[in-house]
């Protein structure tokens, strides 16, 4: 079905909770719920900070095609910014004219997938950072002249300490200049740069020292950004200077040579973004597990739960049970494969629902075929996740 956005209001994650399980009291859990009201006004928030700059959706934290095209639908949002070739390939072919995939990729059988499409080749953009990649993308596309943008690192250095994420090996202005012309003398069409400052975009302000390392790497990377694009550009113009997560939109944006900035767990409000300070997205996508059985008179097991989120392995990973409140994961059990038991004051009984948060965004989706959407407390439809419809990319 079709997602529209229109203003929403505020709520807080009680609140959200409550009516996502009144409006679903009718459906058996496990389920996954999407309160439309606080998507949009999420979306809506995401365009206020980017302050004019175009926003792309991140189709990795979204894993779902009826929220991207709503996201695109949006104004302020343009283009996705995909994860997997053969992913790209199916956003492109079903209509969406801009696509660019946020890491490289060595799939050469979506490679030639893509270069032997004429529409697909126009709309998608590969993303690169090393001439090994390029020489495979040429190997399996031949002479096909696709598009290209490059990585370029965006994390903080200092001495040795290496401040953000590790992923492209391009750092400098002549680094990054090379490697255009590397591209460009295997044919392929160099548009655009990204820089994406993870230890800015994906880490919650917990700390003066993690607010301070964020300041600091803004400023080393305003210069070095504007350096990079004009190494890369030469006497031409780039398409494409894309920068930032959710949770650097207005650092991001704020940088004159960015042309667009990138989000998308915004859009669905998990756990993680809780902990910034610019900015609190509603949660909007939550889940139901039933309880299945109460082992003691304080504890009630739900079916399901086990979804731990990526990233570096620990507490802050589990879902969150959010409501009926006052309810937590056992530490020696955690989140199980196929049942979670909690613990609080008073429990819910057999049969009822336990709603919980996920860490992470789009995640979520690969564990539920589709999603329930609710409106002004009601069911309106359900649409499928990207799993729904077998897109899974790993
Ligand atoms: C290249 C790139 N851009 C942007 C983002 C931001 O995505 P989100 O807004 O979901 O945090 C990510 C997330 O990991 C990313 O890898």
Redesign the pocket.
Known sequence: MTVSLRPGATTSVAVAATRLDAATAHLDAPLLALDLGALRANAADLVVRAAGTPVRV?S??VRCRAVLDAALGTPGFRGV?AYAVREAVLLARAGVDDVLL??PSVDRGALAELAADPVARQRVTLMVDDPAQLRIARDAAGRAGLRVCIDVDASLRIGPLHLGVRRSPVRTPSQAAALASAARRLGFDVVGV?F?E?QV??LPDSSLAVRLVKRVSIGELAHRRAAVVAAVAGNGQLEIV?S????SLESSAADPVVTEV?????LYGPTLFDGYRAFTPRPALMFALPVVRRPAAAVATTFGGGYIASGPAGASRVPTPVYPAGLRLLGTEGAGEVQTPVRGRTVPAIGDRVWWRHTK?GEICERFTGMHLVEDGHVVGSTPTYRGEGWTFG
């Open positions: 991140a990795k934290s910014m946020g890491y990204m994406y993870a975009a994906g894309n930032g997560g959710t949770g990138t989000a998308g767990s915004g965004a």
